[in-house]
Every structure is written in C-alpha cells, then in structure tokens.
Nanobody
Framework: QVQLVESGGGSVQAGGSLTLSCVGSGDINRRFCRGWIREAPGEMHEVVASIDTRNGNVRYHASAKGRFTISQDNSENTWYLQMTDLKPEDTAMYYC?????????????????WGQGTQVSVSS
C-alpha cells in the first residue's frame, strides 16, 4: 500500500504563489514516478507536473510551464509543487500521485496512487 498526504493548499489572489508538499509512505520507494494532478469542478483531471525520480526528468502540462516547478527530496520521500503567478483557472483540488507505471514513450504521467487532495483557490 502507498499512502500520500498533501499539504500547502489555500486561497490566494491572482498573481500569488503557493507551494504544495506531498509526503509518501508505505510501499513508496518503488514508485519512481511522482507528480501532481488537479481536478476542477466539472472538468477532467489533468496531470500538472511529473518527475521521474530515477533520472530527474520532469514534465509539465502546457498551462503550468514557466509558472510551476516540481521538485523532490528523495531522502524524505517528499515532493513539492511550487506555483507562481497563479491564475483563477488554476483553481482546483490538487492531488499528489505516485506510481511505477510508465506511459507510452517511457514517461511518467499515469498515477494509480493519489492522496486525499488539497484545495487551491485563486481569486481575480
């Protein structure tokens, strides 16, 4: 089993910043793909960012490029999502995810294990 716990969500005004954290435990060490998924009301979830802890390769959703940064602290099985220049359209529930399953092309981006989520609300 894998347990994931997020923290760091909140309410900010447009242009503000937040940093989300995720702590993994249980059978987390084998799950070399780590990432962040968001889900807004009435919309499909989307993977905002992912990192392959084996080699440090990162991928971002187009809407997050240049504004969000994913990073990891392997020693603590913790990873982060630094979000800057937040926009109202970033409002969503944010979940951290982990897995050792790769998408076609050998990249991270599919996560079977999700945390409980942390709400991010951005007002204009």
């Amino acid at each position: 089993q894998v347990q994931l716990v997020e923290s760091g969500g909140g309410s900010v005004q447009a242009g503000g910043s937040l940093t989300l954290s995720c702590v993994g435990s249980g059978d987390i060490n084998r799950r070399f793909c780590r990432g962040w998924i968001r889900e807004a009301p009435g919309e499909m979830h989307e993977v905002v960012a992912s990192i392959d802890t084996r080699n440090g390769n990162v991928r971002y959703h187009a809407s997050a490029k240049g504004r969000f940064t994913i990073s990891q602290d392997n020693s603590e099985n913790t990873w982060y999502l630094q979000m800057t220049d937040l926009k109202p359209e970033d409002t969503a529930m944010y979940y951290c995810g982990a897995d050792n399953k790769l998408r076609d092309g050998g990249v991270c981006g599919d996560f079977r294990y999700w945390g409980q989520g942390t709400q991010v609300s951005v007002s204009s």
